[in-house]
């Protein structure tokens, strides 16, 4: 049997397959939630760690949490590049976010490395199931896929 290689998508960025974006999105301490506020799109940078499949973060509450409350459908996205080589990747993890509201759940996020960086309390637990996952490497100049 032969190790399949990467494949490229038609602009010759390479197309990740679901387990390294799994990987890749455990590598970051900072990533975007993107969700609706008042019908149009928003972004929160968060803070978050990976726990059983799902997307962990604390929040303060409004908007993000009232998504969270209503079980929105948000993305969550992560990604690292270089300026000087013209790499990176990005990844983006698709899925409903509830609010932690089961105490045992609770008490075990409790104990997951997610330390707040901004200042103020952030009391509320909000998961995001991974539903869907995709991302996307770019390589550096030289190294790209061509036609």
Request: aromatic share 8%; net charge negative; charged share 25%.
């Amino acid at each position: 049997m032969t190790a399949k290689g990467p494949t490229f998508d038609a602009e010759g960025v390479e197309v990740l397959p679901e387990g390294e974006c799994l990987r890749l999105l455990t590598t970051q301490p900072v990533g975007r939630l993107v969700f609706h506020e008042e019908g149009l799109p928003a972004v929160r940078l968060v803070n978050f760690v990976v726990a059983d499949g799902t997307v962990v973060f604390r929040t303060a509450g409004g908007q993000t949490y009232d998504a969270a409350r209503r079980g929105d459908v948000v993305a969550f996205e992560v990604d690292e590049y270089d300026i000087d080589t013209h790499s990176g990747w990005t990844v983006t993890a698709v899925g409903h976010a509830w609010t932690v509201t089961d105490e045992a759940e609770a008490e075990r996020i409790a104990g997951l490395p997610v330390r707040p960086w901004a200042a103020g309390e952030r009391p509320h637990w909000v998961r995001v199931d991974i539903e869907a996952i995709s991302g996307r490497r770019l390589l550096p100049w030289g190294r790209q896929q061509r036609d």
